[in-house]
T-cell receptor, first 114, second 116 residues
Framework: DAKTTQPPSMDCAEGRAANLPCNHS???????VYWYRQIHSQGPQYIIHGLKNNETNEMASLIITEDRKSSTLILPHATLRDTAVYYCIVRVDAGGTSYGKLTFGQGTILTVHP | NAGVTQTPKFRVLKTGQSMTLLCAQD?????MYWYRQDPGMGLRLIHY???????AKGEVPDGYNVSRLKKQNFLLGLESAAPSQTSVYFC???????????????FGDGTRLSIL
């Protein structure tokens, strides 16, 4: 799976949009971009994933550049409960030899301030 | 919705003791996984299962065994616990490839295990 690079930490004011970047310059054509987050003492929570088109769900939006070498997770109106470690993960199709393995890096610690 | 449930939530063992961690999911998922998370490190895959009756090794399988006798349950066993196995253990599940391709993994809230 392609390696990802994320900033170690970011701050955001409550109510503002939080934009979390991720670089994955070695991504292959069949690799998806996933975002998870982990709130202290809880299990990782799935947020969103995509292949090449931008995606939006009730939690966030995912913007993937045209060359697919980077992406941005957008939390449109951050709240204090969004304070967590956010992981950007790139992985191949679950049916391949990777058996759906997720490789978690260090992630970005997002702190939302009042 | 229960999702993925792990029991117990906390446990303290002495070196050499054995125990079994239970993971149960109610989403009819084919794939199930066991990870461990240690301070300063990401999650590492211990074992996984692609269906009832099948299991396979992940990245760090030594010292652990698993069983998947029922589709909804995935058990992680420590036969002879060692201090190096002190960690937080997470179970996850997902649909199989045939169920929709790249389905996300859903995680439980973890079991915090200390080996003295």
């Amino acid at each position: 799976d392609a390696k990802t690079t994320q900033p170690p930490s970011m701050d955001c004011a409550e109510g503002r949009a939080a934009n979390l970047p991720c670089n994955h310059s070695t991504i292959s054509g069949n690799e998806y971009v996933y975002w998870y987050r982990q709130i202290h003492s809880q299990g990782p929570q799935y947020i969103i994933h995509g292949l090449k088109n931008n995606e939006t769900n009730e939690m966030a939006s995912l913007i993937i550049t045209e060359d697919r070498k980077s992406s941005t997770l957008i939390l449109p109106h951050a709240t204090l409960r969004d304070t967590a470690v956010y992981y950007c993960i790139v992985r191949v199709d679950a049916g391949g030899t990777s058996y759906g393995k997720l490789t978690f890096g260090q992630g970005t610690i997002l702190t939302v301030h009042p | 919705n229960a999702g993925v449930t792990q029991t117990p939530k906390f446990r303290v063992l002495k070196t050499g003791q054995s125990m079994t961690l239970l993971c149960a999911q109610d989403m009819n998922h084919e794939y199930m996984y066991w990870y461990r998370q240690d301070p300063g490190m990401g999650l590492r895959l211990i074992h996984y299962s692609v269906g009832e009756g099948t299991t396979a090794k992940g990245e760090v399988p030594d010292g652990y065994n698993v069983s998947r006798l029922k589709k909804q349950n995935f058990l992680l066993g420590l036969e002879s616990a060692a201090p190096s196995q002190t960690s937080v253990y997470f179970c996850a599940s997902s649909y199989s490839r045939g169920g929709g391709g790249n389905q996300p993994q859903h995680f439980g809230d973890g079991t915090r295990l200390s080996i003295l």
